[in-house]
């Protein structure tokens, strides 16, 4: 996985050793499979808005939850190398109304994990 830079990386460090939990750690580990699998098809030449989502169900082996998928949105977003690229995509990907777009203005990441109730 490339990182942003040196400071980046040890960012992600500190949160892996931070989130040694099952629960912590699996978004650790998805967002880190997600990347990988992101940084392939980019080097083939191809762009995240047309991978990120096909991606991302091939790197949920595991089963994750929307606030996992979230939160590693927000923790590539911090660290990887395309991670403000992958957040945009994200906040404009999971928006009902233009949330999303706000949140790009901010510099924030939407959370995914929705409940609606009737």
């Known amino acids: 996985m490339k990182f942003k830079n040196q400071e980046a990386e040890e960012k992600w460090n ?3 050793e931070k989130n040694s939990d099952p629960y912590g750690n699996a978004v650790f580990v998805y ?3 997600w990347a990988e699998l992101m940084e392939e098809s980019i080097d083939k030449g191809n762009e995240i808005q ?4 096909e991606l991302s169900h091939k790197a949920d082996t595991d089963g994750i939850t ?3 998928y979230g939160a590693a ?6 660290c990887w190398k ?3 690229e992958l957040r945009e995509w994200h906040n404009l990907d999971a928006q ?3 949330e999303g777009e706000e949140a790009n203005k901010k510099g924030t990441t939407l959370n995914p994990a929705l409940l609606s109730i009737k």
């Not at 047309?50 to 989502?53: R, S």
């Open 96 to 98: 009902i109304g233009s």
């Open 50 to 53: 047309d991978i990120a989502k």
């Open 14 to 16: 500190k949160g892996l």
């Open 66 to 68: 929307g606030f996992m």
């Open 73 to 78: 949105v927000a923790t590539l977003a911090g």
């Open 82 to 84: 395309y991670g403000e």
């Open 31 to 33: 967002a880190k499979s």
